[in-house]
């Protein structure tokens, strides 16, 4: 099963992709934020659609110690209307959230054991922490599978 996994930032939407058989995330892409959440999820539809996905794995900044605060609400607010646009346009593609605590940390950590020059992970760290959000959800659903 070929996932895309988001990281829905301010400035930018990082964007990773799994490969077929749901083993391992590598960074696709990014979506440039231009203020109009209809041509952003638009392109994210695309990136869909491009990849043959069949799940989209959003990455959820929950707070250190667990709780919803102001950036979580606002991704969780962003996936619901992101799910209403799916609905309308009569699409079946499984959305669900995921814990991304420490996802750009380690996205830094990898680009810098890499040797990725410092002004180089600026352009990369974005699709980079979506690929740690999605390997992470990646990797729990096929714990959950072999306890299954």
Known sequence: M???GVDFGQKRVGIAVSDDGGLMATP???IERVGDRTKEHGRLLD???ETGAVALVVGVPYSL???TGQAAKAVLSE???LEKRLRREGRTLL???HDERFSTVTAEQNLRAGGVAAKKQRLMIDATAA???LQSWLDARRTSDEHS
């Open 95 to 97: 959305v669900e959230t």
């Open 28 to 30: 696709y892409d990014t």
């Open 65 to 67: 110690d667990g709780e």
């Open 131 to 133: 690929a740690v959000i």
């Open 47 to 49: 990136l869909v659609d």
């Open 2 to 4: 070929r996932a895309i």
């Open 79 to 81: 996936v619901r209307g």
